[in-house]
């Protein structure tokens, strides 16, 4: 009944934007990227996929189009990565304050200058406050199965809202596993026909999109937006547990993945493929009779708060892991926001892996050790050169 | 000519009076009809029309950005298609899909949407209405605001008179994108700019319109002269009209004499601070210019 392929992250998003049959894509190309989109020509040129493929000037352009699409009735998609991204930025509040149900893949891509190709999470962290849903994969399989759930996601008519799904560039862009590829009836069944309930483009009934949002309203749509988030976390999870009836995989509550964490007193906190890493640490520990546990944090935004709290209530040593740093602060963006929900912990900050440097298993122990002794809160840049 | 009754861009927005961009508005619907979708560009038009919860426009309208009115309408005119062929939306419909932006919004920081959309080859028609600066902001040059104009950022000086550089040609530049219409129009001359909408919307494919529209405010006239102003820019030649289908170029308004630029210059305060000799010069720059394109 399904398919398994041995395919790289990025065809992986493309076969997904394929099986959620989108009507536009619109996109421009760039490292690590490229590969998703070049998949996504493919599908249209060979007919295996009826969409309108607007190859735009920029991606400025793109996330335009995206929005003129979305806001027409069309479902979208679109994929980027680093300075595209920060290109895109100004478009990303307009798409979210338009609540336009967009669906991007970002390959997450260190920021210039330096230039620089490699990954790190800086792109995407940069972009969250512009009202979008953040969804940190794992692994590849991750990656299909997310950009479908994230269409449910964002139609669903009390979200409303975009949806970026971010994979570690190159470690997962560029690297095959094994992926299970659903039939594509099954996922048209799961997530239904397109047809956008809420108001969009048509001469029929003429509407006003984007006008100028005097001071007597426009406190009022931001606020939406924020409601639209919190009410997001539940459709999350709901569409995590959705999913795992119909196509028998879940990614821990949707939200976040507990791993290990019952006996732990020492819980380290990440996102992303370097998760992949942190467990395989965790199970040689535990093999030494050592305790020691993960929360992988899957949506950065809307930012699962109850769930921290919750899952970290009996966790003393806490090791935040951030692939960014917000620059004038000494913390990642991760760290930052760990900080400021468990006030009465010791959460140390580590700031690893920017611009593709090295994530290795004996930085993971060091990081385990210093986490143990550290006597308060700490921020520590693991891997630097002297 | 009839033109219609309906009235699709509604009376009472917040334009100043005497506004051009309104008519520009007023006359585009009027030409295109109700199955129309427009994709605004931020500027005077765009503020002017939609306070919320106003709105002017009784067609669907949007606005995203200042830059991207075309890539904007780029995604609606590719969603109207998909839409038609995967479900049978608008079966027996054609939807006119029209991007309209203002000078700097199309000249300047839109010019490459502009640019991409046009090369792309998308079904739409995009409307450049050109008040020769950026008004919404207060006056401040654009790349279309003609040579020794006074702009807030191009202010007259005892060193610098105005403008320093020539009006960039954007219909030109349009057309050396090869598409099958472009055209320049302007308020003053309702019939011609209604025919040349009538007939870019008949065409498949990239269609550019630049329409002369005076403003009141930027330019430093009473609301009622608005006609007149842009009359006397057609007859002087400081704004031919012209249209070039298929690369076929066309004047489409000959005036049978050329009146002096003077004459359209002395009513505006932008150009107060000419002396004879700056008059001069742009005489000599308008009169080169005609020549060129047989006027
Ligand atoms: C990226 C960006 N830069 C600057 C602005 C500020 N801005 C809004 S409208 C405008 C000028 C618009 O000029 P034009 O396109 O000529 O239209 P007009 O106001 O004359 O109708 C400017 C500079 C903006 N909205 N966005
Ligand atoms: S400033 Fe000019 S273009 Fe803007 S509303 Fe006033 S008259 Fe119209």
Redesign the pocket.
Known sequence: MCEVKVITGTSAAAEAAKLADVDVVAAYPITPQTTCVEKLAEFVANGELDAEYIKVESEHSAMSACIGAAATGARTFTATSSQGLALMH?MLFIASGMRLPIVMMVANRALSAPINIWNDQQDSISQRDTGWIQIYVEDNQETLDSVIQAYKIAENEDVLLPVMVCLDGFILTHTVEPVTIPKAERVREFLGVYEPKHAYLDPDRPITQGPVGVPDCYMETRKQVEEAMERAKKVIKDVNEEFAEWFKRKYGNGLVEAYNLDNADTVLVAMGSICGTIKYVIDELKKEGKEVGLLRIRTFRPFPKEDVKEFLKDANNIAVLDKNISLGFNKGALGIEMASILKNKKVCNYIVGLGGRDIRIDDIKAIIDHVEKAEDDETLWVGLKE | MQFPREELFAPGHRGCAGCG?AIVARLLLKAAGKDTIISN?????E?MTTPYPETAWRVPWIHT???NAAATASGVEAAVKALKRKRGKYKDKKINVIAI??????A???FQSLSGAMERGHDMLYVM?D?E?????GI?R?S?TPFLAATTTSPAGSKIRGEDRPKKDVAMIMAAHGIPYVATACISYPEDFIRKVKKALSIEGPKFIQVLQP?TT?WGYPPEKTIEIGRLAVETGVFPLYEIENGEFRITYKPAKRKPVREYLKMQKRYRHLTDEDIERIQKYIDEKCKLLGL
């Open positions: 100004e | 961009a560009a931020t500027g005077c038009l503020v950005a200042f830059e932006g203002g000078d700097g919004g199309t300047d920081i839109g209405y008040n600066a950026y008004m919404n902001t401040q654009s279309s403003c930027g």
